[in-house]
């Protein structure tokens, strides 16, 4: 059985621990008050919103897919093409009676052509609607992305808030027992203590040197992700209140909002109309196509010797393509491409019920993270009285060494328990606000330009020529 030594029975080291003591109240904020050059939540969500590199690759993806209802579109434009066959032909006759005669011809073909489509099945026009509704889906991915950024920042902010205090926690722990172990030894040499006392302050001390050091490798690492996520190396952060001004009353309320505005909801939906135009698409191989061309043909044969051959046309043409039988092919695109419908509806119904399940656990573990600030509050304010109480009663004899690094211990874990519960407290309500679908710079209203998807397809939609993006790229 473990061996508490005598009890203490001098007052020495009074004013140092309440200065200890003193530090340890101040200790229970989280940060203290920022200077005037903080870093807030706000810039850093700024910043990753326009610097991000996956977000801004997601926008040019949904810039790639604008193009696709200029593509879409080209189907009602004529097609014009010019084309040129310049000719070098040697000719050498053999004639009855032996006698030959040879000849040089140079001449060229020139040709310039009009094609438009007439008739193809309304494929053009349903490939028009496909590929706008390709760009309303695309839209809600964008939003979702941002979504996810904008969570991965708070994450990331509120991992180096927490770091730094928790650094700071454990600075003040090792410190206490740095200066209690100086102090058990001084009482070893007065004889008030025993060796094992102070091999007791030793070993909390090693611990608590441990856990710094996992403290500070854990700040480490969250500084490094939050510049990956940030684009910046982070400064001194201001903790953040949780978002709970944007969030709905009650868990029906935030399932209904995200029902009609959470992106992956509202993206599925669009992919049902992608693919109901895609049959439309596929049917139209099954009807007639007419199609109308317009040439202008030039042909010149020259013979230096013998003759001069000029030609010149012009024309137009219809073409009517009535398909009977292809193989199959067109049924079988066709029966394809309703499968393709049932299963994006079924994706569609995956998507609600993975959207429901994380509103309902976003909204529990947001209200079990209130739950376990206010406990780890209390925790905190009655730790500290209990040392103060402790410590207060070793110094009458009451309580030994080993109680008051019980005491420091328990107080050090509480406040540990706590910086975690701010940081879960706000990060849970970020991310319930994600899980409804309001988690974007809009709502948040955020200090910075908005970047519209519709600028850029409103820029290149009805475009006929051209290399140049909008960017000027």
């Known amino acids: 059985m473990l061996s508490c030594g005598p009890r203490i029975k001098t007052r020495g080291h009074a004013e140092h621990r309440k200065s200890l003591i003193a530090a340890l109240l101040v200790s229970i904020a989280i940060i203290p008050a920022a200077p005037a050059a903080a870093q807030t939540l706000e810039a850093a969500l700024v910043h990753a919103y326009q610097s991000n590199p996956v977000l801004n690759a997601e926008r040019a993806r949904q810039r790639g897919t604008d193009e696709n209802v200029s593509i879409a579109l080209s189907g009602y434009r004529p097609q014009l093409a010019a084309g040129f066959s310049p000719s070098l032909i040697a000719v050498r006759d053999l004639f009855v009676d032996g006698s030959t005669a040879s000849a040089t011809m140079r001449g060229y073909t020139a040709q310039i052509a009009l094609n438009q489509i007439i008739f193809n099945g309304f494929r053009t026009g349903n490939q028009v609607r496909q590929a706008e509704s390709q760009v309303q889906s695309g839209r809600e991915a964008l939003r979702g992305v941002e979504q996810a950024i904008l969570l991965d920042a708070v994450t990331a902010f509120e991992n180096v808030v927490a770091s730094q205090a928790l650094v700071e926690a454990q600075r003040v722990n090792v410190t206490f027992l740095r200066e209690t172990l100086e102090s058990t030894r001084k009482r070893l040499d007065a004889g008030d203590v025993t060796p094992t006392d102070v091999a007791q302050a030793e070993a909390r001390l090693a611990r608590g040197s441990a856990d710094l050091n996992a403290a500070e490798v854990n700040l480490a690492i969250a500084r490094a992700t939050y510049e990956q996520v940030i684009g910046a190396p982070p400064g001194h952060l201001v903790p953040p209140p949780p978002i709970d001004r944007l969030l709905p009353g009650a868990p029906d309320q935030a399932l209904a909002v995200a029902r009609r505005e959470n992106p992956a909801v509202r993206g599925a939906t669009y992919d049902i109309d992608v693919a109901q135009y895609a049959i439309r698409v596929a049917e139209g191989a099954l009807y007639p196509t007419i199609t109308a061309q317009a040439y202008l043909l030039n042909t010149q044969n020259t013979d230096t010797q013998l003759s001069v051959a000029k030609s010149n046309q012009a024309g137009v ?34 998507v609600r019920r993975q959207t429901s399940a994380a509103v309902f656990a976003a909204w529990a573990t947001h209200e079990g993270a209130k739950i376990a600030m206010a406990a780890s509050e209390s925790e905190v304010r009655a730790g500290t009285i209990a040392l103060e109480g402790v410590r207060r009663e070793a110094q009458a004899g009451q309580r030994t060494t080993l109680d008051v690094l019980n005491s420091q211990q328990d107080l050090t874990s509480a406040r540990a328990r706590l910086i975690g519960a701010q940081r879960d407290r706000v990060v849970a309500s970020y991310t319930l606000l994600s899980a409804i679908g309001r988690l974007d710079h809009r709502n948040l209203l955020l200090s910075v330009p908005n970047y519209e998807p519709q600028t850029h397809y409103h820029q290149v939609r009805d475009v006929w020529h051209g290399l140049r993006t909008p960017a000027g790229q």
């Open 317 to 350: 043409i219809g073409n009517l393509n009535i398909p009977i039988y292809d193989g199959g092919l067109a049924s079988a695109q066709v029966r394809q491409a309703k499968e393709a419908l049932s299963q994006t509806r079924l994706i569609l119904d995956r």
